[in-house]
Nanobody, 121 residues
Framework: QVQLVESGGGSVQPGGSLTLACVAS????????MGWYRRAPGKERELVAT???????NYADSVKGRFTISRDHAKNTVYLQMNSLKPEDTAVYYC???????????????WGQGTQVTVSS
């Protein structure tokens, strides 16, 4: 059984910062890609940022230069540092990871339960 648990969401004023964290736990052989997605009210879920096992990152155009994704392999944890937050960043943020429960077995997609980020004055 694998679980992803997010933390760090909350309310912040425009221009403020928040850091999200997501810890993967359970039976883990290896983790390849980890990332963050978000769903704003009335919109579809969209990619925010991803990071591979080798450290290659990918960002949505809307967050480039403001958000930074990073990862601690030893802790099975991915972070999202969010700076210069805007009201349009308001959404539920979901952690994603592609995980093998055995080292040479198939990889499956796992999702966290989501954490709310609200940017408002």
């Amino acid at each position: 059984q694998v679980q992803l648990v997010e933390s760090g969401g909350g309310s912040v004023q425009p221009g403020g910062s928040l850091t999200l964290a997501c810890v993967a736990s359970g039976t883990i052989g290896s983790i390849s890609v980890m990332g963050w997605y978000r769903r704003a009210p009335g919109k579809e879920r969209e990619l925010v940022a991803t990071i591979t096992g080798g450290g290659n990152t990918n960002y949505a155009d809307s967050v480039k230069g403001r958000f930074t994704i990073s990862r601690d392999h030893a802790k099975n944890t991915v972070y999202l540092q969010m700076n210069s937050l805007k009201p349009e960043d308001t959404a539920v943020y979901y952690c994603h990871a592609k995980i093998r429960t055995t080292y040479f077995g198939p990889a499956y997609d796992y999702w966290g339960q989501g954490t709310q980020v609200t940017v408002s004055s």
